[in-house]
């Protein structure tokens, strides 16, 4: 039997190789970065608010005080203080982000595989519905779908925010499905008699590992900017501390004409902190991933010149102009919807 | 051609979607959204948009079919309906008040961004130490960072404080609408921080896709040929690596869109532009459903030209999507 063993360098391999020696992630100076500072937000939303006691919407006489040692943030024109709603808004945003990106992610990785897998007529409407997904603005959406909320609250903006979401990933997954289908374990699975359902989910998910990842903290920065850009329009509930909701009062009461820099500063920060964290673990995947990222390329760059061609050839055969090279870069860099 | 042909039936496919959307969501929604605006408005609504308003949301009688059949000819017609926090004024032509500031604001500030990122990204690509050591950190930060609590920033720092530029607003509200010099001047002079707010915060994007395709193209056995003819460095780089680099970078520009879209209708709300988004922000603060939908077909459909465009800009530049057969 006469198999040709493809030498195409692609994401399962890479996967793999990752999947055997768990060191290399460690010494991605990126991917520790980013883990730590994201790990540090993480227990400020889980243990914060038992540990700041003060009463984020309590209404005090000291109003509008600059950053000191009582406020660390300062007060609202109200007397609030910023630095309790900070710690409190950090739950809701974090949560929001986190769960929708997951949603996101178990949408892309469903809608990915199947189409990847699926092809003919399955993967093309697939495909197709993930590019409309893609190319209508995302935000305008859901503005529309919020607006027409009944309840506001912290589970619809997810749900919302999940369902606008999955469509960068699936692409990605898809490309990356695309390219594994045909190699020789998958056949032979298929020829032992192996179910669709256990070929997609136990034999060709696990080599998606990083790929899926890297769309799950692309995903969770999308919810966090939109969550944050909804709170803002005040489409979210405004009562419920978040940072966006402290971008919505800030605004609606005029902190820039008040001259109070110290209300609306800290959530924009925070949030450019928790994309740059994630961004910096997707950094971080990416150069496990293509290693090309690293440093200048050496011995890979033939194996990596077939990957692009056959991708290019797999994506023309979809409605699209996909190249998928650039794919990881693609992730990472998707600009912010907020 | 046949390139083209099949973006053309892919944007035909993507407006229908989004249309039906459109249609969908008000009847998808739990909760009946039309009564409890109308109780909002507790009688002081002119039974001209009640019944506009019931023909929006499909009220009236018929099955299901039949109303997305009049809601698709009431589209063709241009009729989107009454708005309610412009009464009496029709949706439509709210929206094309608006429609040019939006258009010439995201438009201009949008190609600028493409092409400063797009050119720093070759560099970036080219020389990559610079890169890794400068010039990630602050692109990713500034990527990561909300556009509108970028632009409450700017409108901060260089309206409020250094008075530099107007705080809000597209002209000086003393000077007419006309298109003759002082017109130009204070539209230009207004659109300074918005336009600049948008460039700043979405230029990462773009520079970093085409680092990465930069990053790719350098590993070409073209690019080796070049360098074996002893070209100079900055022709290779030019002509041989960023000509190649730069088709697929087209090609996301046209994906991300829609991110860089909806970012910049954040800032026209911080800056008060009145272009389309600040008309969505009223649209949603006033509960006005029509113009929440009419503004969101029309921003759909303003992304989907400009998507449009960059694909002829793509034809233009990859002969092989010329080919005949």
Known sequence: MAVTIAPAMNAGDASADADRRPGLSLRSGKLLTGTIVFAIFAIVAIVGPFVVHTDPSALTSDTLQAPSGAHWFGTTQTGQDVFAQFIDGTRISMLVGVVAGLIATVLSVIVGLIGGYAGGIVDEVLSVLSNVFLVIPALPLVIVLAGYLPNKGALSVTIVISITGWAWGARIIRAQTLSLRKRDFIEAAKASGEGRFRILFFDIMPHLGTIIAASFLGNVIFAILTQAGIAFLGLSDVSTWSWGTMLYWAQSNNALLLNAWWWFVPPGIAIGIVGSALALMNFGIDELVNPRLRTAGIATRKSARKLQRDINRDAGASALQLDTASLPGDNAGRPGSA | ?325
Not at chain 2, 48 to 70: E, R
Not at chain 2, 113 to 124: D, E, K, N, P, R
Not at chain 2, 133 to 143: I, K, R, S
Not at chain 2, 198 to 213: E, F, K, P, Q
């Open chain 2, 1 to 325: 051609m046949r390139y083209l042909i099949r973006r053309i039936l892919f944007y035909i496919v993507t407006l229908w979607a989004a249309v039906t959307l459109n249609f969908a969501i008000p009847r998808a929604m739990p909760g009946s959204p039309v009564e409890s605006v109308l109780a909002r408005f507790k009688g002081q609504i002119s039974p001209h948009a009640v019944a506009a308003f019931t023909k929006l949301f499909g009220l009236g009688s018929g099955g299901i079919v039949s109303q997305y059949w009049a809601y698709l000819s009431d589209l063709l017609h241009g009729n989107l309906g009454i708005s309610f926090s412009y009464y009496p004024s029709s949706t439509l032509s709210v929206i094309l008040t608006s429609l040019p500031w939006t258009a010439v604001l995201i438009g201009v500030s949008t190609v600028i961004s493409f092409v400063i990122g797009t050119v720093l990204g070759i560099l970036a690509g080219w020389r990559r130490k610079f890169w890794l050591d400068m010039m990630l950190p602050v692109t990713t930060f500034l990527g990561s960072i909300p556009f509108f609590w970028f632009g409450l920033l700017a409108a901060f720092l260089l309206a409020y404080r250094l008075h530099a530029f107007p705080l809000s607003g597209a002209v000086d509200s003393t000077t007419l609408i006309a298109f003759n010099g002082t017109f130009l001047a204070s539209a230009a002079y207004h659109a300074i921080l918005p336009a600049g707010t948008i460039v700043v915060s979405s230029i990462g994007g773009w520079m970093l896709g085409m680092r990465n395709m930069m990053v790719t193209t350098q590993a070409e056995d073209y690019v080796l040929m070049a360098e074996a003819k002893g070209l100079s460095p900055r022709r290779i780089m030019m002509s041989y690596a960023a000509r190649n680099a730069i088709l697929p970078s087209l090609a996301t520009f046209a994906m991300s869109l829609g991110f860089v879209v909806s970012g910049a209708i954040l800032v026209e709300i911080v800056f008060s532009y009145p272009g389309l988004g600040y008309v969505l922000f009223q649209a949603v603060t006033n509960d006005d459903f029509p113009l929440m939908q009419g503004v969101f077909l029309m921003i759909t459909l303003a992304v989907l030209a400009a998507n449009f465009l960059a694909d002829l800009a793509y034809v233009a530049l990859d002969p092989r999507t010329r080919a005949t057969n």
